[in-house]
Each structure stands twice: as C-alpha cells, then as structure tokens.
C-alpha cells in the first residue's frame, strides 16, 4: 500500500543567517517605515517626530518577534508543498526591523528634505 500523502515537519533557522527571515526582517520594517515617513511629511512639531519615532522604535521592538516569524512562515507556507509545516528555531534581534524602518524613514526624509530646498 502506498501514501500518497505524506505529513513533513521541519525546523528552520530563524536568525538572519537564513535568507527567508531576512527577506521577512526587510517587508516588517518597510511597514514600520510607512508611518514614519507620513509623521515626517505631515507634521511640523519636532516633539511630534520624536515622539512616533520613540513610539515606532518600542511597538516595532515588541512586535518584531512576532511579525518577522509570521511574515516568514507565509513565505515558507507559500513555497511549501502541501503536507509540509515548517517552524522556526531562534530568530532576529528584535531590533533589527525597527533599525531598517528608522534607516528607510531618515533616506526618505532626507530625499524630500533636499526637493522641498530646491535640490
């Protein structure tokens, strides 16, 4: 008699030495990007920046592990055959996502910074 469906379990690295949790690092932190941005365009009282920053850097900090997890997962879960689960062992710095949407946010803001002064 043979299976034709056979249920598969495998575990992954989660750090950044695996290229699909960076991939998953880069997508969430283009996502904390996108509010950082809007504050940065949208708003004229320094305490204000500094205040979504601090408030991007602690919730991005706090979700990191799960979201760079989930979003890999739907990666694996997306390339996978059907029958095959796969988990995830270790896992980024949680400040790795945050970092990445700080970097992206300050290149955006420099880049309309220069357009706004004539550039």
């Given amino acids: 008699m043979s299976q034709e469906l056979t249920l ?10 695996n290229p699909v949790m960076r991939i998953a690092v880069l997508a969430w932190g283009f996502a904390l990007a996108v509010p950082l941005v809007v504050v940065f365009r949208y708003t004229t009282s320094q305490w204000q920046r500094i205040s979504a920053i601090l408030a991007t850097v ?26 095959v689960g796969v988990g995830l062992f270790g896992g980024p710095p949680p400040w790795a996502s945050p970092f990445v949407a700080l ?6 803001a420099l880049c309309m910074g220069r357009q706004n002064a004539g550039w």
């Fill in 8 to 17: 598969m379990s495998i575990d992954v690295d989660g750090s950044l030495a």
């Fill in 58 to 83: 602690v919730a991005g900090a706090v979700m990191s592990p799960f979201a760079n997890r989930g979003i890999a997962l739907l990666i694996y879960q997306i390339n996978s055959k059907p029958g």
């Fill in 103 to 108: 970097a992206l946010a300050g290149s955006v």
